[in-house]
């Protein structure tokens, strides 16, 4: 059982940067595959990106490629998530996710944190 927990979430302007962090738990943090999900108020939970076991791959959303950065430190046991360039549309609960296995493009992901709240003012 993997528990994961968010961090670095918070109140920024736009075109302000926040890196959020999700530590990881109970489990071989290298075997898995890392992703980030959003969900904002009224709208369903979406991708923003994932990151391979060694975190030599990454995929992300159309709305956050150029902006956003995954990346990982196995050593640490925790991904992160650089995000420049804010919008107040990227006001959302942040959440992390693991899944065992390496793809990046496979969104069924079995463990999930709490969620961090970002929030983005004009």
């Known amino acids: 059982q993997v528990q994961l927990v968010e961090s670095g979430g918070g109140l920024v302007q736009a075109g302000g940067s926040l890196r959020l962090s999700c530590a990881a738990s109970?489990?071989?943090?290298?075997?898995?595959?890392m992703g980030w999900f959003r969900q904002a108020p009224g709208k369903e939970r979406e991708f923003v990106g994932a990151?391979?076991?060694?975190?030599?791959?990454?995929a992300y959303a159309d709305s956050v490629k150029g902006r956003f950065t995954i990346s990982r430190d196995n050593a640490k046991n925790t991904v992160y998530l650089q995000m420049n360039s804010l919008k107040p549309e990227d006001t959302a609960v942040y959440y992390c996710?693991?899944?065992?296995?390496?793809?990046?493009?496979?969104?069924?992901?079995?463990?999930w944190g709490q969620g961090t709240q970002v929030t983005v003012s004009s």
């Open positions: 996710a693991a899944r065992l296995g390496n793809g990046v493009y496979n969104l069924n992901y079995d463990y």
């Open positions: 990151i391979s076991w060694s975190g030599g791959a990454t």
């Open positions: 109970g489990g071989t943090f290298s075997r898995y595959a």
